[in-house]
Nanobody, 126 residues
Framework: QVQLAESGGGLVQYGGSLRLSCAASGRNFRTHPLGWFRQAPGKEREFLARIRLIGGTTDYADSVKGRFTISRDYAKNTVYLQMNSLKPEDTAVYYC???????????????????WGQGTQVTVSS
């Protein structure tokens, strides 16, 4: 079992920045990637970025490349998402997730993940 806890969300003005944190605990949470997703009202859950705790290799969705940066602190079992130049379109609930051993889409879809945090709200004002 893997437990994930997001934090760092809040209200920010257009152009501002936030850093989200995802603290992982449990068993075997270092083998597969950890990803960040978001879901706005009426929309599907959207892949943002993923990272491997071991090695730190990353991948990003085109929609956030250049504005968002995923990183990890291996010793703290924590993954971060630094979000810059925020826009109202970034308003959503942001989720951290741990990957499945049977991923089929290179960990770029929600179906490639087995465990999810409760989410943290990010609201960007216009």
């Amino acid at each position: 079992q893997v437990q994930l806890a997001e934090s760092g969300g809040g209200l920010v003005q257009y152009g501002g920045s936030l850093r989200l944190s995802c603290a992982a605990s449990g068993r075997n949470f270092r083998t597969h990637p950890l990803g960040w997703f978001r879901q706005a009202p009426g929309k599907e859950r959207e892949f943002l970025a993923r990272i491997r705790l071991i090695g730190g290799t990353t991948d990003y969705a085109d929609s956030v490349k250049g504005r968002f940066t995923i990183s990890r602190d291996y010793a703290k079992n924590t993954v971060y998402l630094q979000m810059n130049s925020l826009k109202p379109e970034d308003t959503a609930v942001y989720y951290c997730a741990y990957g499945s051993p049977s991923a089929t889409h290179f960990y770029t879809r929600a179906s490639d993940y087995d465990y999810w945090g409760q989410g943290t709200q990010v609201t960007v004002s216009s």
